[in-house]
């Protein structure tokens, strides 16, 4: 039972994150898990400081603290077969330097920042399949809410179908006016995938845009990665240990994230962060209902531009050099 829980648990977390950076991916992932009236007040903080660093423009410099708020869901009704949740996630970036965009000569924001609210019905049906459909709305900008050009909205409808004692398929359609490519924010997106148990200790979702794999080679050592087309990868070894209160990782990520600047030109334009980070930490669980954390790391290869796609990541680009970061986070359960 608790293998069946895992892997549903984790494999939508990025079937219905097509176009999104892993933001909100173990939120979408828990919204697929087989059990329903079990959900709690969930709630995740976290606060990152990158080291200040060079930036290909002459002298200047970038610093930037970083808040982050993945999760805050409240469950508002629960059945034996029915719950329906209120989620909400946002983060903020307040950026240090005085760079300006090469192309447009438009100065980076000093803050940016989303918020994004939403509700999820989920139900299961009388033969064991899962169902369920989600809204969101919000903003993500330097001046959230300012007008519509900095609204941020979409849907998805998702279903789960059991195939034997671990098994499933999964399928879903989303739409969302705020993806990695703009030329994709006009149409509804699709994603299917296959959850497959190889072993107590291994498992495996194949899928697209999506594909995990999680392993446990001794116990209390996991190994988890995950792949979210086209351009977000994270991998992830950590070692428990006291009965599961303390974890100790090494995590690798690969992610973005995309705003809508106030007063831009053209409308299909996000001003878009890339980078990619390495790092060390640790996660100790408080109490029942309260963990922390805290890690430290190394960001590279990172870049900021404002273009309608990826491949015009060359246009209005600012390049930033790689430097430390150090991050503490906050996690809540009631």
């Known amino acids: ?154 849907g998805t409808a998702f279903i789960k179908i059991p195939h034997g004692e671990y098994n499933a398929f999964i399928a879903y359609v989303d739409y969302s006016n705020n993806r990695f490519d703009s030329k994709y924010n006009q149409y509804p997106m699709g994603g299917v995938g296959y959850q497959l148990v190889l072993a107590e200790n291994a498992w495996t979702v194949l899928g697209f845009p999506a594909t995990f794999v999680h392993y446990e080679p001794i116990k209390n050592l996991t190994f988890d990665a995950s792949y979210i087309f086209p351009r977000v990868f994270n991998a992830k070894l950590a070692y428990a240990m006291m009965e599961n209160r303390l974890s100790v990782y090494s995590q690798f990520k690969w992610d973005y994230k995309r705003y809508l600047r106030s007063g831009r030109v053209d409308e299909d334009d996000g001003l878009i962060f890339y980078d990619k980070r390495v790092s060390l930490g640790a996660d100790f669980q408080i109490t029942e209902n309260i963990g922390v954390g805290a890690a430290v790391g190394y960001v590279f290869d990172r870049f900021i531009f404002e273009g309608q796609e990826y491949a015009e990541r060359h246009v209005d680009r600012i390049d930033i050099d790689n430097t430390w970061f150090a991050s503490a986070s906050l996690d809540i359960k009631f």
Not at 28 to 45: C, D, M, Q, S, Y
Not at 83 to 90: H, V
């Open 1 to 154: 039972m608790m293998r069946k829980f895992v892997l549903s648990f984790v494999a939508m977390a990025g079937l219905v994150l097509v176009g999104q950076s892993s933001f909100a991916a173990e939120q979408w992932a828990r919204w697929l898990t087989p059990e329903i009236n079990k959900f709690h007040v969930l709630g995740n903080f976290e606060a990152t400081y990158l080291k200040e660093a060079k930036t290909d423009e002459g002298e200047d410099r970038f610093s930037a603290v970083e808040l982050n708020m993945p999760e805050l869901t409240v469950p508002i009704i629960q059945t034996d077969k029915t719950e329906w949740e209120f989620n909400l996630s946002g983060d903020s970036m307040n950026i240090d330097t005085e760079a300006v965009m090469p192309d447009s000569d438009v100065a980076l924001p000093d803050e940016l920042a989303s918020l994004v609210g939403g509700t999820t019905v989920r139900h299961i049906m009388d033969n064991g399949w899962l169902v369920g459909i989600s809204g969101r709305f919000g903003s993500a900008s330097d001046k959230l809410f300012e007008s519509e050009d900095e609204l941020v909205y979409g």
